[in-house]
């Protein structure tokens, strides 16, 4: 529809804006609708910094002087449809020095409401605080009123102090928390499809976004007498200052610290129930409260026998199905189950759960995803294990960055041996570095990640037999998929439906052992290296509720552990046996031929290549111990000093003990 600006009898000039000079500025409210102002009778005009409309035009400027410019300026459009974001802040036009806004605008919104400024009066207040035109009715702003945002002038500063501005915007409309330092950067955390919090590492164009929100940026144009401010966008320098400062002085700026996001209440380390959706400062997680997770019913003072019977009831019910082979992979499947629910109270590492079974279909995949619907309330997406240690760890710090507190590497390929050192790192540290694809900082994250994984006849290598608490299940059938006759059958959806009562119950385990003074687990339960405070947590509890056979399988973890292991065990033993534990060369155990079986991963087609990794392999094992007896190999010690015969040949030995 059209629009015209009729000039009136008061001759002065408008005042066309630098950065749109083909656009018409109106003062509108909130709401959008919109009004200029005129008024010759008033000392001052202030343009309020809500929003303009933006009319598409399109101007005929054919005089010589601008006034005949503006005079015969015909502007046409037919909708309102693109909005233009003014200061944030009024500005202030003196009386002799104003452009003042003059005649009649008048046109007809999408909304089909016209807007009539023929009345020069300034409009009077309205109840709300707002400000009305009595003769049409329109929202416009009310002159005087205070800005929303703190204002950020861009240019014409330091770089230092634009920073401080912009860091200052950021910690002032910070609360509740929604930007945290999360391994010594920026973070965001934003919402995924299930409104489910998740961490958001802090990007150039997202810290844009963010501090367009939380200031008004402008540049100031002009000189003394005629100075305005016109609109701006966060410039890059600052952004860039921003991410830098945060990543050199972190914390220390005052945004929280993120450790994670949890779906359930966890306790703390001082052994206090965290309830309070939200981020809690002791912890440093947020809470997020799904809606079919009831209000939880913990009992705050100690139960008797009869309650403490009943509290473990319904975990039995849901893995009571499970066909363990012992009594130590059903205590380790309740230690699966609480460790979610603990991990905040152990500032060190856990250990990996591993569930394996001779065939597929016994239901390793099912028990990963009842402990996950319990401590998330969904299933959680699978991931395959890298072969390739690049690959993993790439893996591991995505998955790190994202904060996901449980991991699941499902279906590691039948018979595979999981040998990883990048994982047997990851397992153990408390801080994992390592460069994203695409950037070029090393962030360091916190990792308080629970790791499973599952498969079929896993066989553990390396580092990982200390590193990982085995589950072992086998339904003694040539297909257990087709087993019938359980509890529940449709277990996930049991679960899914009862998930209020199951998690006050782990709830429920768990505080009552903290009632009772936190009694430890018999000393004869064995202890993992490097998750002391793990073991002693979850074995704590299990044998307060009479749980007994936790990590009763691990001397079978190690011996079950890489073939090669046992391999060079068999070797030691042969060797020590046939030179009766004195000298010898790599050269002379290849001469043995079949009097001595040589393990699997000495190479070679003939004896001399053979010999020749053979040696190489005994000089990185020297000293290692293998089994109860701790044999190894070492360097002969000869008279006169050194291990070599003359020639330069080494010489090796076999020794068994601790002391030998």
Wanted: aromatic letters at 8%.
């Amino acid at each position: 529809m059209a629009r015209s600006w009729n000039r009136c009898s008061t001759k002065s000039s408008f005042r066309e804006s630098p950065g749109a000079r083909s656009q018409v500025r109106g003062v509108i409210d909130s709401w959008g609708a919109a009004a200029p102002i005129s008024s010759s009778e008033h000392s001052c005009a202030i343009v309020h910094q809500t929003f303009a409309t933006t009319l598409s035009e399109t101007v005929k400027a054919q005089r010589d002087s601008r006034w005949n410019r503006e005079r015969n300026a015909e502007i046409t459009g037919t909708s309102v449809q693109q909005r233009w974001r003014f200061p944030r802040e009024p500005i202030f036009i003196s009386r002799t020095k104003r452009r003042r806004f003059t005649g009649v605008f008048s046109f007809i919104s999408t909304t089909g409401t016209k807007v009539d400024t023929n009345n020069n009066s300034l409009p009077s207040p309205s109840k709300d605080g707002r400000t009305t035109n009595q003769s049409s009715g329109v929202f416009i702003a009310q002159p005087g009123a205070p800005p929303s945002l703190p204002g950020i002038q861009v240019n014409a500063r330091e770089l230092p102090m634009l920073i401080d501005d912009c860091i200052d915007a950021l910690l002032g409309s910070n609360d509740p928390p929604r930007l945290f330092i999360y391994g010594g950067a920026l973070a965001a955390v934003g919402h995924d499809d299930d409104g489910r919090p998740s961490i958001v590492p802090m990007d150039r164009p997202l810290l844009a976004d963010h501090l367009g929100q939380r200031g008004r940026f402008f540049v100031r144009k002009g000189n003394r007498e005629h100075a305005y401010e016109s609109p701006a966008i966060p410039p890059r320098h600052a952004v860039d200052g921003v991410l830098a400062r945060v990543r050199e002085s972190g914390a220390a700026l005052g945004f929280p610290v993120l450790n994670g996001v949890t779906d359930v209440p966890v306790f703390r380390q001082d052994g206090t129930l965290l309830t309070q959706p939200g981020y809690d400062t002791q912890t440093g997680l947020i809470l997020h409260h799904r809606p079919d997770l009831p209000v939880l019913d913990i009992p705050a003072k100690p139960l008797g026998p009869l309650g403490g019977i009943i509290t473990t009831i319904p975990i039995d019910d849901i893995i009571g199905d499970f066909p363990f082979v012992d009594a130590a992979s059903r205590a380790n499947a309740f230690a699966k189950l609480l460790t979610p629910f603990v991990r905040p109270m152990i500032s060190g590492s856990v250990p990996l759960a591993l569930t394996t079974a001779p065939r597929a279909g016994t239901g390793k995949g099912l028990l990963d995803d009842v402990v996950s619907m319990l401590a998330t309330g969904s299933e959680m997406p699978k991931r395959t294990l890298p072969e390739d240690d690049n690959e993993l760890r790439k893996t591991l710090t995505s998955i790190l960055m994202a904060e996901d507190r449980l991991v699941v590497f499902d279906n590691i390929r039948d018979g595979t041996s999981l040998n990883s050192a990048v994982l047997a790192s990851c397992l153990t540290c408390r801080i994992w570095q390592d460069r994203p694809l695409g950037t070029n900082s090393t962030p360091n994250l916190p990792q308080k990640v629970f790791f499973s994984a599952n498969g079929n006849n896993v066989v553990l290598g390396g580092d990982m037999p200390r590193r990982v608490f085995l589950i072992k299940l086998d339904a003694m059938e040539s297909r257990p998929w087709e087993r019938d006759g359980f509890r529940h059958k449709q277990l996930l959806q049991y679960v899914r439906e009862h998930r209020g009562k199951l998690v006050t119950a782990i709830l429920t385990m768990v505080s009552q052992w903290i009632l009772a003074g936190r009694p430890p687990a018999p000393k004869s339960t064995p202890v993992l290296g490097s998750f002391e405070q793990w073991c002693t947590i979850v074995g704590g509890i299990l044998h307060y509720w009479g749980i007994e056979g936790f990590l009763g399988n691990s001397r079978e973890v190690y011996e079950e552990s890489d073939p090669n292991e046992q391999q060079w065990q068999e070797f030691l033993s042969t060797l020590y046996r046939v030179f009766d534990g004195g000298e010898f060369t790599s050269k002379e155990v290849v001469s043995q031929g079949a009097q001595i079986v040589l393990p699997d991963n000495v190479n070679g087609s003939d004896n001399e290549s053979k010999a020749r990794s053979l040696g190489i392999l005994f000089g990185q094992k020297v000293g290692r111990p293998y089994g109860q007896d701790c044999i190894r190999v070492t360097k002969a010690e000869r008279a006169g000093g050194g291990s070599k015969r003359s020639g330069g040949i080494q010489v090796w030995r076999i020794e068994i003990g601790r002391d030998s």
